[in-house]
């Protein structure tokens, strides 16, 4: 088996990641146009090679060049000959394509109850007492065992949840009509940019991310971001939803021979940018726990200053691209950024950082016990597929040979909590004619020898609703004990099954 990826080379020696120290996390960190790009593609190369699954964003759409065969560009034929590469051959790789929005790849969605209230909150950009609002709402679909699995679903129990205020405010508090309004608006504006595509079923399937193809190298999953870079939230969120969900979905293996994934997280400023200090504390919290299942992390960001310390300490494994240093901001960068590498006497890293060429990096990788290399400055290997974007035919072509082509292609839609709540409406109208026509029953009337048919039909419905209200609680209850709630969920937020 393959044990160390060879990422790039210095005097003719190769500088090389070990896979057992591949879940310890990692920075590929440059300003735009030095090569994190193609780093990102022969890192991916080199994992997939060793039978290591990938998943990564493609923002720019240039990432989909790995499901082609390289060949053809000058820039890569001069890298090959200045690093002596003689036995370099060109290759496609295994890729799975995916797409939120279902157009340049399979449909990706999650189900509203999986995302939970703390995950939307923060897509939605809600302040706290509307995050309490909502995380009630969840609370109230739970306790009477009602899915929530698309946008329609949340309009509907935030609106059962303001008409019935008055009647939940002892068990859930305070749910003002203002707030569930704000929520409602915040709903809106995400439909507007498209993020109902997100939500509903049939939902990821996450064993699906961790595939290797009959050759036995690792899949590469490819989520087009292109459009869904455009609502940065939304992005963010989507990308910490999936880290929290493969924790929750993979088993504990503790130090292992190899990762089991290997997640790319593309523009990590995004994830972090305005982000309450809850928020914060549940991402360092995902980064440090899932190194435990076998998951590796490498954030990718312009400037590792984006990177809160508390996770940045986690990032064992760095390859630094140059940074410019223009702006007092850029010079504590480049500053913050050499500080962070294990010395090395043959090298000024500061000033290095700074003259690095394009494809050139600042490298130091953990070696088998756990420590820092010392930092060397290393030329990137070349990837063996195509440098560059395939093309919308070729892409299209791999998506239908793909095993998964036709699973998640056509949405379903089941009965969930917008379907119950209309069904219900519809029948308390109905009985409301009903009652108003027929004759009723007033007891007081009764015994008292008089009788006032209407208002006792009304009485009586009352006492029904009553106890049929408390027999749905019981039962709620009953399938609320059952959810189970993520690492990202807590008493914050919870996922349905």
Request: negative net charge.
């Amino acid at each position: 088996m393959k044990n160390d990826l060879s990422v790039a080379q210095v005097d003719q020696k190769a500088l090389s990641l070990s896979l057992s120290m591949a879940n310890r996390h990692g920075l590929i960190a440059g300003a735009t146009g030095t090569g994190k790009t193609v780093t990102l593609q022969t890192l991916s190369e080199q994992f997939s090679q060793a039978s290591v699954p990938v998943f990564m964003t493609d923002i720019k759409g240039d990432l989909s060049g790995l499901s082609q065969k390289g060949g053809g560009n000058s820039k890569i034929e001069t890298r090959i000959r200045e690093l002596g590469l003689d036995h370099f051959t060109y290759a496609n790789n295994p890729v799975v394509f995916w797409d939120v929005f279902g157009k340049k790849g399979h449909p990706m969605r999650a189900t509203i109850s999986d995302m939970g209230p703390l995950l939307l909150s923060r897509m939605l950009n809600l302040n706290e007492i509307q995050t309490g609002v909502l995380t009630a709402a969840f609370e109230v679909a739970d306790d009477n065992g009602w899915l929530l699995l698309d946008l329609k679903d949340l309009r509907a129990i935030l609106q059962y949840t303001s008409e019935n205020s008055q009647s939940l405010a002892t068990t859930y508090g305070n749910i003002s009509a203002a707030s569930v309004g704000a929520i409602q608006r915040a709903l809106l504006q995400l439909e507007h940019e498209g993020g109902a595509s997100l939500f509903g079923e049939p939902m990821l399937n996450f064993a699906d991310l961790i595939q290797t193809d009959q050759h036995g190298h690792g899949v590469i999953n490819i989520l087009s971001a292109e459009n869904l870079y455009n609502t940065p939230r939304v992005y963010a969120t989507l990308l910490l939803w999936l880290l929290s969900e493969l924790y929750e979905n993979m088993p504990e293996v503790g130090d292992i021979e190899k990762p089991k994934l290997v997640f790319f997280f593309d523009e990590a400023h995004l994830l972090f940018n305005d982000a309450p200090k809850v928020f914060l504390e549940k991402i360092e919290q995902v980064v440090r726990l899932i190194r435990s299942k076998g998951v590796g992390v490498y954030f990718v960001s312009q400037n590792p200053l984006d990177i809160p310390d508390m996770v940045l300490g986690q990032l064992g494994n760095r390859v630094q691209h140059a940074l410019r240093a223009f702006t007092p901001r850029d010079q504590k960068a480049v500053k913050s950024a050499a500080q962070t590498f294990r010395a090395n006497v043959n090298i000024d890293i500061e000033t290095a950082i700074t003259e690095l060429g394009v494809g050139e990096a600042l490298i130091s990788f953990l070696d088998e016990k756990g420590r820092p290399n010392p930092v060397e400055i290393g030329k990137i290997l070349p990837p063996a597929s195509r440098v560059g974007a395939a093309t919308e035919s070729e892409v299209n072509q791999v998506i239908k040979e793909s095993v998964f082509y036709g699973c998640y292609e056509n949405a379903i839609d089941r009965e969930s909590v917008y379907e119950i709540l209309k069904v219900r409406n519809a029948s308390r109208a109905q009985n409301s004619e009903k009652s108003d026509e027929a004759p009723g029953f007033d007891w007081r009337s009764i015994l008292s020898g008089t009788s006032n048919s209407k208002s006792s039909g009304r009485q009586t419905q009352g006492i029904v609703e009553t106890v049929a209200k408390s027999m749905a609680r019981t039962v709620g209850n009953e399938v609320g004990r059952q959810i189970l709630r993520g690492v990202l969920g807590s008493i914050l937020g919870g996922r349905r099954r």
